[in-house]
């Protein structure tokens, strides 16, 4: 198992972005939380959501040799051979 260390901010900023995703904050709301724009705001979910996209595609990788296909279908494409 692998330990992450996270300092408040980073800890702060994750939550607000997952909250956002959810819906349970509004981008306006976020902006004043973690100091940025609302462009920003977007960016960062953005890279969130694809980074736990390609995380949760690792984590069901049934075998090594297949990281690739399960990569590109976390991330939405079609396996390079069908």
Same mark, same amino acid.
């Given at each position: 198992?692998?330990?992450?260390?996270?300092?408040?901010?980073?800890?702060? &900023?994750?939550? @607000?972005?997952? =909250?956002v995703g959810d819906g349970r904050?509004?981008? #306006? $709301? !976020?902006?004043?939380?973690?100091?940025?724009?609302?462009?920003?705001?977007?960016?960062?979910?953005?890279?969130?959501?694809?980074?736990? &996209?390609?995380? @949760?595609?690792? =984590?069901?990788?049934?075998?090594?040799?297949?990281? #690739? $296909? !399960?990569?590109?279908?976390?991330?939405?494409?079609?396996p390079r051979h069908p």
């Amino acid at each position: 198992m692998t330990v992450i260390t996270i300092s408040r901010n980073e800890l702060m &900023r994750l939550r @607000v972005l997952i =909250d956002v995703g959810d819906g349970r904050l509004s981008v #306006e $709301d !976020a902006t004043g939380l973690i100091g940025v724009g609302r462009r920003q705001i977007y960016r960062l979910l953005d890279a969130f959501l694809r980074r736990l &996209r390609i995380a @949760v595609a690792v =984590d069901f990788a049934p075998e090594p040799h297949r990281l #690739e $296909d !399960a990569v590109r279908r976390g991330l939405g494409l079609r396996p390079r051979h069908p």
